[in-house]
């Protein structure tokens, strides 16, 4: 047998919400949703759909390595430099990018629980130890607690803000003081996966503390209210020294052409996304009170997720939706054994949820 890294031995596959096929295929049923990986319900921009078109005919060359054409376009949004930016295949490519550039074996990073897997994930690859700081009470990042973790073998702090899978954020002001504390050595990567739907408010305009701090990296996709999940794109802002490094690590061609060619085309289309936010919030409105009429706790969420406790076991809870042909995500792999986590859908189907959720919990 063909000798493999000790590492991998402990390391466990990711586990992605089931897909609708499936869910299909395995219960028989025709008609399933999916409300469990956060896409967008709306689909994406019409005029992604028309650059995808059109990027069939190019199949065969291969993509800009340098994302030349959506670094300008970024760049001028955010009034920064091109080299400002990275792309990845999703931003979880990026979260290889950075342990494969600055974890050595031994080496920690440090983050709060529950959040999202795959910063351990990462770092556990390259032989990184994990800390994980419990959540405060009201299921936010204890930025007091990270603080207190911090020794001289920390490379990484990981903010997910908001957090998958509570949806809460850390404030502007907040994260100001954070940043202000964190040694200089240390690098933090604000995770804003799902910046379009908390921005405004108390929430962080964090590409303005990038002049001041030279040691933060901000994380953001395409794949949430972009709607562009299945194509794999995400980028990473930073200063140039940053990029320059990650850049180093950072395989050849590893966004592809159509997803290029989408993304670009999605920046010019803000009024799909809007469509999408408001879309998230109406629904968020519905579902919140559909909680409250069958009395179930529920965490307040800043993005297109819920975390709603269910006061029962969560995988029976998730495999009885199933049965219903509604997929979502079970609290157990968050350590919320009672809680289940929803993506906030069409109006349609948030409604089928809740008269899922009903039938099963007996409300
Ligand atoms: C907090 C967070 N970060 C990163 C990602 C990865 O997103 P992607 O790789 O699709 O850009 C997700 C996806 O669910 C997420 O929830």
Not at 76 to 96: H, K, M, T, Y
Not at 120 to 130: H, L, N, Q, S, W
Request: overall charge negative; aromatic content about 10%; hydrophobic content about 40%.
């Amino acid at each position: 047998m063909v000798k493999h890294r000790k590492t991998v031995e402990a390391l466990e596959p990711y586990r992605p919400g089931k897909p609708i096929s499936e869910v299909k295929r395995e219960l028989g049923l025709t008609d399933v949703i999916k409300l469990a990986s956060n896409e967008n319900p709306l689909g994406c921009s019409p005029k992604a759909v028309e650059a995808i078109i059109k990027w069939t005919q190019e199949a065969s060359i291969y993509p800009d390595g340098n994302c030349t054409e959506l670094k300008n376009a970024l760049a001028e949004r955010f009034n920064l430099e091109p080299g400002q930016f990275l792309f990845g295949a999703g931003s979880d490519q990026i979260l290889e990018i950075i342990t494969q550039t600055y974890v050595n074996p031994g080496d920690t990073t440090i983050t709060c629980w529950p959040s999202f897997s795959r910063y351990e994930a990462v770092t556990r690859i390259m032989d990184g130890k994990m800390i994980k700081v419990p959540l405060t009470q009201d299921y936010r990042f204890d930025l007091d607690g990270i603080l207190n973790s911090i020794t001289d073998n920390t490379r990484i702090i990981w903010i997910c803000n908001p957090n998958n899978p509570t949806g809460t954020f850390i404030t502007a002001e907040e994260q100001k003081a954070f940043l202000e504390k964190v040694p200089k050595d240390v690098l933090v990567v604000l995770d804003e996966a799902y910046y379009e739907y908390a921005h405004g408010g108390d929430y962080p305009e964090s590409v303005e503390l990038l002049k001041q701090h030279h040691n933060v990296i901000i994380l953001r996709t395409f794949s949430k209210a972009y709607g562009l999940a299945g194509l794999r794109i995400g980028y990473a802002i930073s200063n140039k020294e940053i990029i320059e490094l990650l850049n180093r690590v950072r395989g050849p061609f590893n966004v592809n052409a159509a997803a290029q060619a989408a993304a670009l085309a999605s920046l010019d289309d803000q009024d799909f996304v809007q469509m999408s936010v408001q879309t998230n919030q109406t629904g968020k409105q519905y579902l919140y009170q559909a909680f409250e009429e069958m009395g179930l706790e529920y965490i307040p969420t800043h993005t297109n997720f819920i975390m709603v406790n269910v006061e029962k076991n969560s995988l029976e809870v998730f495999r009885a939706l199933l049965q219903k042909g509604v997929i979502i995500r079970s609290g157990d792999i968050f350590d919320m054994d009672n809680w289940i986590r929803v993506t906030i859908g069409t109006p349609e189907q948030n409604k089928r949820f809740i008269k899922a959720l009903k039938e099963v919990l007996n409300r």
